[in-house]
């Protein structure tokens, strides 16, 4: 996944450092073991995106400092600790070109570790303000039921596009909306504001997440550091596979590779050719614009300017990036 | 395993009903699936123990009825999260004699479920003092890294009762004394008193534990709910295990299927044979009456004369308890 341009968070680079810092010393365990995966996962990387957007939006007005840093922590931590579930679910081997905790350690360990992760995080908001962890906690409720719908209507041909959407919006778009709207209450803005910023973040997540889907269709696996046509091997339907199945003169076939839960690699392959010779590609993109539009006339005039400039570029590079 | 007298915990039945209740009431989802799953785990049981010594605990002083209950559940959720991660990661197809969630509905969404089980638990206590909290996440870093260690050192036929008894405090004992300390200060006890009924958990969970490892080996599967000699047979060494490898004659045979990962039913049944030659489960009830006496002899005269009772009852009846 490319790594959005280093300006772009300029605004909160030292607070990224610091929450670099942290993360490295709050993953410390003296078991060797939950040691050695913690480092592993933090040295993974990643975009760091969701505390990114949380500071920035936390700049957007006049933040406590001192109760800063612990909510952004906890925010990647969480983030990491789906991602270690997610990886055993997916059955993944690499991650980020890298191999996963599950590939390493084997899956029990990281059941365990994604476990130990979700109490790290908490344990370090304990002095957050209680609404700022409801959100938090609401928004581990709300991915795990996106990823089990995810399952559960894996290799399920008949998904609508409000389906899609319901899914997204729980599995993604929530995480993103959640951390832009935390940064808000933490940066004291109105309560109008909180949920414009939380909108923002919300449209932000959609388009992002639908250029995910759209990538797995359209990118080398150098570039997604994963297979292609990883979600379609899966069953899972997203957009661009919605718009083909209803547009496509070849729709029965590509429903019969998607409701096969052997598919072979010809048949991904096949899948992917029928989604190209259709418009999906583009239709999609149409919809991660109008997304990010709504998002860019979501951010309230009360934002500092230098941070509405920064997430109008945030909203830009999701609208830009091909890998 | 047996269910408590319903007498031991009778001044905290109707508490208890309480706790059933919200447990129902906070599992609802609007996903179908993790709504089957959250009723099926609630209906599956088990001994409450840890919300029961809880709310005893809480009992000694006087507590403040309104935030006593949210702790309780909470508790009792975080429990289940680990047991259903527990079941993923030792392939269980039964507990208490139902099928396992991970059997049911497979590993992948029994993650996710474990996963919302800890959400719920912490949005459940949102409104907790700050160090309960505290001691909660802590419970969920010490469960997690004794898990992992136990799954590290799994068919090593080379380790101690030290190795052992720390690998059992941080699985097990950790988490009753976190629930009984709990209570106490819910209870409004004073400091000293808090730690003393802190010792009181800790020594009944290394009891209990120890207790589990013995019935193991001596309970018929009926009467577990699960095949017996289970540990053994994922290589987990228990403290009758390392009695028998320093004791017996048999000691190098024993090894032998210790540190065989694929072990045969004859292999298991082999070792138990070796195990009950020797004196092992008379020097681990030892051990249980040590840890109970320490149980009984930690409680503060500071509870009131009815708890105290019963929770000198319950240190009992942890050391009669066949299966």
């Given at each position: 996944m490319s790594k959005f341009p280093d300006n772009i968070f300029d605004i909160v680079s030292e607070d990224l450092v610091a929450v670099e810092e942290e993360l490295y010393s709050i993953i410390q365990s003296p078991v060797d073991m939950v040691n050695d995966i913690g480092v592993h996962l933090v040295q993974a990387g990643g975009k760091r995106i969701r505390p990114a957007l949380y500071l920035l939006c936390a700049r957007g007005g006049v933040p406590n400092q001192a109760e800063l840093l612990p909510m952004a922590v906890a925010i990647e931590l969480i983030h990491m600790a789906t991602l270690v579930h997610d990886d055993i679910i997916d059955n993944a081997a690499t991650?980020?070109?890298?191999?996963?905790?599950?590939?390493?350690?084997?899956?029990?360990?990281?059941?365990?570790?994604g476990d130990y992760l979700f109490a790290k995080a908490f344990s370090a908001i304990i002095l957050a303000r209680k609404n700022m962890l409801k959100i938090l906690t609401d928004v581990i409720c709300n991915i795990c039921e996106g990823e089990i719908i995810q399952l559960k209507e894996a290799f399920n041909a008949n998904q609508t596009e409000a389906d899609y959407r319901l899914r997204v919006a729980q599995k993604t778009a929530d995480f993103i909306a959640a951390s832009c709207e935390l940064g808000a209450i933490a940066g004291g803005l109105d309560e109008k504001s909180v949920i414009r910023v939380r909108e923002y973040g919300y449209a932000l997540g959609m388009a992002f997440q639908i250029t995910d889907d759209i990538l797995d269709i359209t990118a080398s696996a150098e570039q997604l550091g994963k297979p292609v046509g990883n979600d379609l091997r899966q069953g899972i339907v997203t957009l661009p596979v919605i718009y083909a199945l209803k547009n496509s003169p070849r729709?029965?076939?590509?429903?019969?590779?998607?409701?096969?839960?052997?598919?072979?690699?010809?048949?991904?392959?096949?899948g992917l050719e029928i989604i190209h010779q259709t418009e999906a590609v583009e239709y999609s993109y149409g919809q991660v614009h109008t997304y990010l539009q709504h998002a860019r006339n979501s951010l309230p005039a009360?934002?500092?300017?230098?941070?509405?400039?920064?997430?109008?570029?945030?909203?830009?590079?999701?609208g830009l990036r091909k890998y």
């Amino acid at each position: 996944m490319s790594k959005f341009p280093d300006n772009i968070f300029d605004i909160v680079s030292e607070d990224l450092v610091a929450v670099e810092e942290e993360l490295y010393s709050i993953i410390q365990s003296p078991v060797d073991m939950v040691n050695d995966i913690g480092v592993h996962l933090v040295q993974a990387g990643g975009k760091r995106i969701r505390p990114a957007l949380y500071l920035l939006c936390a700049r957007g007005g006049v933040p406590n400092q001192a109760e800063l840093l612990p909510m952004a922590v906890a925010i990647e931590l969480i983030h990491m600790a789906t991602l270690v579930h997610d990886d055993i679910i997916d059955n993944a081997a690499t991650r980020r070109g890298r191999p996963t905790a599950n590939a390493r350690w084997g899956n029990h360990s990281s059941v365990l570790t994604g476990d130990y992760l979700f109490a790290k995080a908490f344990s370090a908001i304990i002095l957050a303000r209680k609404n700022m962890l409801k959100i938090l906690t609401d928004v581990i409720c709300n991915i795990c039921e996106g990823e089990i719908i995810q399952l559960k209507e894996a290799f399920n041909a008949n998904q609508t596009e409000a389906d899609y959407r319901l899914r997204v919006a729980q599995k993604t778009a929530d995480f993103i909306a959640a951390s832009c709207e935390l940064g808000a209450i933490a940066g004291g803005l109105d309560e109008k504001s909180v949920i414009r910023v939380r909108e923002y973040g919300y449209a932000l997540g959609m388009a992002f997440q639908i250029t995910d889907d759209i990538l797995d269709i359209t990118a080398s696996a150098e570039q997604l550091g994963k297979p292609v046509g990883n979600d379609l091997r899966q069953g899972i339907v997203t957009l661009p596979v919605i718009y083909a199945l209803k547009n496509s003169p070849r729709s029965d076939e590509l429903r019969n590779i998607i409701i096969n839960q052997k598919m072979s690699d010809d048949e991904v392959k096949r899948g992917l050719e029928i989604i190209h010779q259709t418009e999906a590609v583009e239709y999609s993109y149409g919809q991660v614009h109008t997304y990010l539009q709504h998002a860019r006339n979501s951010l309230p005039a009360t934002l500092n300017s230098s941070v509405r400039e920064s997430l109008f570029a945030v909203a830009d590079f999701v609208g830009l990036r091909k890998y």
